[in-house]
């Protein structure tokens, strides 16, 4: 017979930070939405306007910028704040740019509504809020849990790129963009009554501090929290300077050591290989080589399947082993996918592409949990605006790569050339990651601890 008191069974058996997490998945699948999106639209857009490759190249390349430089404001912002307002107001701005698009008449309003709107809306809700929401909720499973909201992207593109591409094929781009935007304002009634802050905020402590008075879920042994892990955050530990002051801070901190120029010129390779080449490229290369675009949207759909898997199982693979020798084998990986690139894509759907496409799918945003892990080992408590920096490096390279590739196409009549600095690239983040010193923040405490025992 059960000895537990009839209070405690009664207990909330699901902790908040599931619910917590759940929406803010939702949240980052909405806010994908837009993501996807240039790749399936620049070819109508192209029809419509006549509009060059490198004009509808540059407009995405504001977007991944203001999206990555966004970032770490946003972290520091949703510290002041609060999760729910920052994120809300970010959802809104994405519905703004994507609705507001369909009364483009020339280019350069492009870069208002793609590049400015969507940029600042996607940047203040980017992976840094991810890694806000792992790191403040959860103590176990951190990993895990950054996998999965990472994930998130990737099932938007799932959800919505098909759907895209095929009304911007047979309807016009007009309805697709209209799409994204009701997704993106949908999920904001969520995002405002179920996020929140800080798990105090509702009386509980984060997951995995086993406390019997707060948290009934049993936690499997290995997963125990030490003592200075657990502890809850104060109101008075919440207050500080203001956001933009926060994140320059915590760039100065964190731009006096080489692991964190390691770290975010690596991550800014992956951003130029993925969100730059293949999320932007691969649709209208494909269509180069005589790939209907809806058939182009389809296998970069199945891209996000296997991402969510791949991200998923990187997390959980962060949270056993050493997340640079993660990093090496992931860009080693994507480096030979895109060298072999040009030799893959043709106007039919083969087994060869489709390996292509499942490889590069487990390893899309596999990087994410294995240097977000990194930052907040090596920099601790500044871990998620540092994160916030090296994002935006990711977005650099991104909004570089997309730029350079449309304008390789537009002066050599192909993107081989693009694919091929690309596999090079990857070669150098490889070795970068390998380079990372660790245990940095280990490394600063000694002095004090010297100190005290002197």
């Not at 600063?444 to 601890?449: H, I, L, Q, V």
């Amino acid at each position: 017979m059960s000895t537990t008191p009839p209070a405690q069974r009664r207990h909330r058996r699901i902790h908040p930070a599931w619910w917590v997490a759940a929406v803010a998945f939702i949240a980052l699948l909405a806010a994908a939405g837009f993501r996807a999106a240039p790749g399936a639209l620049m070819v109508p857009l192209h029809a419509d306007f006549g509009w060059s490759m490198s004009s509808m190249s540059l407009a995405v390349s504001v977007n991944l910028l203001l999206y990555g430089l966004t970032a770490p404001f946003a972290a520091a912002l949703m510290d002041r704040f609060g999760i729910r307002q920052v994120v809300a107001a970010a959802l809104a701005l994405v519905a703004l740019g994507a609705g507001g698009s369909v009364l483009m008449t020339a280019s350069w309003q492009l870069l208002i509504f793609w590049g400015v709107l969507i940029g600042l809306g996607t940047g203040s809700m980017a992976l840094v809020f991810a890694a806000t929401i792992a790191d403040r909720w959860f103590v176990a499973r951190r990993g895990l849990i950054m996998g999965i909201l990472t994930a998130g992207s990737a099932t938007g593109q799932l959800i919505f790129l098909p759907p895209v591409a095929t009304i911007a094929e047979s309807t016009g781009w007009k309805p697709a963009s209209l799409l994204i935007g009701i997704a993106a304002m949908a999920a904001v009634p969520l995002v405002w009554f179920v996020l929140r802050d800080h798990p105090s905020d509702l009386g509980v402590l984060p997951y995995g501090v086993a406390d019997a008075s707060t948290e009934s879920t049993t936690e499997p042994e290995g997963d125990t929290p030490t003592k200075a892990e657990s502890a809850p955050t104060t109101p008075a530990e919440r207050r500080g300077a203001g956001a933009a002051r926060r994140a320059f801070t915590g760039l100065f901190f964190a731009a006096r050591h080489r692991s964190f120029w390691a770290l975010a010129i690596a991550f800014a390779i992956c951003g130029a290989t993925t969100n730059g080449l293949i999320g932007i490229h691969f649709i209208p290369s494909a269509h180069d080589h005589g790939m209907p675009a809806s058939t182009a949207a389809g296998l970069l759909a199945v891209v996000g399947i296997f991402d969510i898997v791949g991200t998923v199982f990187s997390g959980w693979l962060t949270d056993k082993f050493d997340p640079r020798i993660l990093l090496v084998a992931y860009y080693t990986f994507r480096g030979v996918g895109l060298l072999l690139l040009p030799w893959l894509l043709s106007d039919t759907v083969h087994p060869s592409m489709i390996l292509f496409i499942v490889v590069y799918g487990l390893d899309w945003v596999a990087t994410v949990p294995p240097t977000a892990a990194l930052c907040r080992e090596i920099f601790g408590d500044n871990g998620t605006i540092v994160f916030g920096w090296v994002f935006a490096a990711h977005q650099i390279g991104a909004a570089a790569a997309a730029f350079a590739a449309g304008a390789v196409r537009d002066a050599f009549g192909e993107y081989t050339y693009a694919w091929w600095g690309g596999a090079a690239m990857c070669v150098i983040a490889a070795v970068l990651s390998f380079a990372v010193r660790r245990r940095l923040i280990d490394d600063r405490r000694k002095p004090a601890t010297a100190e005290a025992a002197a």
